[in-house]
Every structure is written in C-alpha cells, then in structure tokens.
C-alpha cells in the first residue's frame, strides 16, 4: 500500500480494506506511510491500526508528527498511547511538548507510569538518565532460577531487553547480571547468585556520546544505568545507541560545514531557522578573511610589478585549504572514535610534517612542469610559486592536524575546527608565504 492508494480508499470510505491492510503490514512501514498523510486524515487513520500494534506504531514516527498526533487524538486515547510506550521513548515525546499538554497527559496516566516520566525528564539532556529506560528484568539475591522464571511470567511489563536479567539486594544496589541463556541452561534450582557475573554499569549523568563509545567499545547490547550509590535505576540497549551514533555524527558534520546543529531534519527546518543556524559562523568566517584582503593591499606593490603573482593566488590558497582539510578531517574523525589522544599530538605532527613534504614536493613538481611548459613564466616565478606551494601545504597540514587536537584539550569540540575555520588560517598563512619567496627570490 502506498500513499495515493490510502488516500483513496479514506475519501471513500474503505475503513475496513485499510485495518486489512494493516494487519498484514510492519508497525515501522506503517508509520512511515501515514505520517505524511493530511492531518485531517492523520488522527482518523490511526485508530484504524490495531490496538496492540498503535503504540509501536506511534513510537516509529518522526517527534513532531507525534506531537501533532496526541494533539488531535482524545485524552482516552492519547493517555493509552502513553501508557502503552517506553518510559524512555515517552519521556523523550515529553520533552518537546508544551507544558499544558504535558500536564494534561501526565493526570491521565497512571501513578507508576507519571513517576517513571517524571524522574526521567529530571535528568539533564543528552545524558544517560534521560535515555535509560525502567522497564528491565530486575531479580533479588538469592533466589532460584525456578523464581526467577515465575517472576518474568508474571510481570506485566513489557521489558525492552530480555537478554540479561539484573540482581540487586534489598536496597536496589546493583550486584550483577545474569545471561536469560544461563537461566535456560542450568538446573531450576540453581541459585541466581551462583551463576550471576559482574557488570559493566553506566552513570546516570554519564553523556550520551561516552555511552556511545562504551557500547561500540566492547559490543553491548544493554547495560545498566546506576545511581551516585549504585542503585540499579535503569537500562540502555543497543537501539538508543545507534540513534546516539546518528544524532552525534550529523551533529559534527554540521560543526564541520560551519552550521550550528539542530535536532530537526532539513526538509522540517523553517527558512528563518536555517538562516539562524548559519548566519553567525557566516559573519565570524567573512570577518576574519578580512586578514587576507589586508595581506594583498600590504604587498599591493608587489603586485604591481608582478602582475603574473596574482594569477597563482587562487590556485595556492585553494589547495593549502584542501590540504588542511584532509588533516583535520582526519584527526576529528580519530578524536570521534577515540583513536587519537592528546598525547599523541607530536606523534601526529611528526606524520603529517612527513606526509605534506611527500605532498607538497609532488604538487610542486607537476606545477613547475606546467608552469615551465605551458604558462611559460620562467624559472624565477616558478620558483615562486612551486616553493610556496610546498611550504603552503606544509603549514595547512600542521595547521589541520593541531587545531582539533588542542581544540579537544581546552574543551571545545573538535569539530569546529574544520573546513571553513582551516581554510581561514590557512588563505592568510599561504599568502604570507607567498609574498615572502616573492621577496627572496624576485628582490620586490
């Protein structure tokens, strides 16, 4: 079923081919195909989806088509949706929405339910008590695995990880894990504490970037979320993790284009929010290449009596902002990954000094070919600028693979040392060096 065909089946009526429809299909293709329906259809549509398949549903669509939803939908209904949804998807639904429909939902629902929403909106953004959800298999030291099962068949929770149960003791510290296939495996009354191992456990306050590399680290698929007193209070899985590694990445990539981040996609972005989000690294990077213009009216005239020089600007500003881009995209994406250290910095120096040289000189030697055999500018200006060229490369490299590093040192995201910010530094520095070898090797 598409879009068009939809459609066409709500403008006549055809409730009962769509509910057919839908029980054949997958929650997530659901989702994707009736959130881009008209909002007069939205909320109409919905309630043809099956009860027990309209909460996972629901969770699958974009926030603000969410938002939009429980707005249309009646306070019964909307309540049920909550109820029926993780406490961590929920929470994050919360977030966004304005606070009298957040207080209207939250009287709905159940007290256990408000509680839940309610500790976990208390936890600041991006850290792993504002993602962790409650609803995890949780055991009691010194029980069999016989009442262990008992305790899992008649929980009414839906958990959102079944492959580990936590054990804790009577104030909820948290002692270990237990693997759901060692309970499988061993005799009905082994005790849990037997058979029970150590975990790895997240801070509640820990950021969500560090939980991230965590899991990629050692190849979880859930860990426990404890308290400043290692109290057990919830559990991360592997699947708010890859939406970490996705928000994380396109926040670095926009960093990385000089863009202030926004959690909102392109296309659902306003035009006077885009133009917010780019205007000031827009005016900080045109100030700044003021410096450039400034460096060719100082040598203005050296220009004039080499006109020829001006020619080359371009070509050597542009490949010394290449090149410094290589490099810091390099290291940011090291730093990222948890590749490269501080203390790796004149490591790192060291093999770039060795790459641009082997850069540079290449460059250099196919640019005075050309310039000898084509441009026919004679030895001296060849000179020039092949000896610029090398130098320029050179500093771009330096420049790339230092500026992150130290950026990361001082407290500011890598990231924003990138592209646009290198090729800055980088016009001033090649000019400099420009006019410089025009000074030695041309007597101006």
Not at 324 to 335: D, F, K, M, P, T
Not at 363 to 378: E, P, S, T
Not at 380 to 399: D, E, H, N, P
Request: negative net charge.
């Amino acid at each position: 079923m598409d879009l068009e065909t939809i459609t066409k089946l709500l403008d006549e009526k055809k409730f009962s081919e769509i509910k057919k429809e839908f029980q054949e299909m997958n929650e997530y293709d659901i989702a994707v195909l009736i959130q881009d329906l008209p909002e007069s259809h939205l909320a109409q549509t919905f309630r043809l989806i099956q009860k027990d398949k309209a909460s996972d549903v629901f969770s699958y669509m974009d926030e603000d088509v969410q938002r939009n939803l429980i707005s249309l939908l009646n306070t019964q209904e909307a309540t049920q949706i909550i109820e029926e949804m993780y406490s961590d998807d929920a929470a994050d639904l919360f977030e966004e929405m304005p606070a009298g429909m957040v207080s209207k939902l939250l009287r709905n629902v159940s007290k256990e339910t408000r509680r839940y929403i309610n500790v976990l909106l208390k936890y600041p953004e991006n850290s792993a008590g504002s993602l962790m959800a409650v609803e995890y298999i949780h055991l009691k030291k010194g029980i069999t695995i016989e009442e262990a099962f008992t305790k899992i068949r008649n929980a009414e929770d839906e958990f959102v990880s079944y492959d580990s149960c936590y054990v804790t003791d009577k104030e909820r510290h948290l002692l270990g894990y237990v693997e759901m296939k060692n309970l499988l495996t061993h005799p009905l009354d082994t005790l849990i504490d037997d058979i029970m191992e150590e975990s790895e456990t997240i801070n509640t306050l820990m950021d969500q970037e560090e939980v991230a590399n965590i899991f990629q680290d050692y190849d979880y698929s859930s860990l426990p979320v404890v308290d400043s007193e290692n109290r057990l209070v919830g559990i991360i899985t592997i699947d708010d993790i890859i939406d970490i590694i996705e928000e994380e990445a396109t926040e670095d990539i926009e960093k990385m284009a000089a863009i202030t981040p926004t959690d909102k996609p392109y296309i659902k972005t306003g035009i006077i929010e885009t133009w917010k989000k780019r205007i000031p690294w827009l005016l900080l990077l045109m100030i700044s290449a003021t410096f450039t213009g400034s460096i060719i009216t100082h040598f203005e005239e050296a220009l004039a009596a080499y006109v020829v020089l001006t020619a080359f600007i371009p070509m050597l500003m542009d490949t010394g902002g290449n090149a410094g881009s290589q490099a810091s995209v390099s290291i940011i994406r090291g730093l990222s990954l948890g590749e490269i250290e501080y203390t790796d910095i004149f490591k790192v120096i060291w093999k770039e000094i060795r790459v641009s040289f082997l850069c540079g000189v290449t460059l250099a030697v196919a640019n005075f070919a050309k310039l000898m055999l084509f441009d026919k500018v004679g030895v001296q200006i060849s000179l020039v600028v092949c000896g610029t060229l090398v130098m320029t490369v050179m500093v771009a490299k330096f420049i790339g693979c230092s500026l992150p590093i130290l950026a990361k040192k001082i407290g500011f995201d890598p990231a924003v040392m990138a592209s646009p910010f290198i090729t800055t530094i980088v016009d001033a520095c090649s000019l400099l060096i420009y006019f410089k070898f025009a000074s030695l090797l041309l007597g101006i």
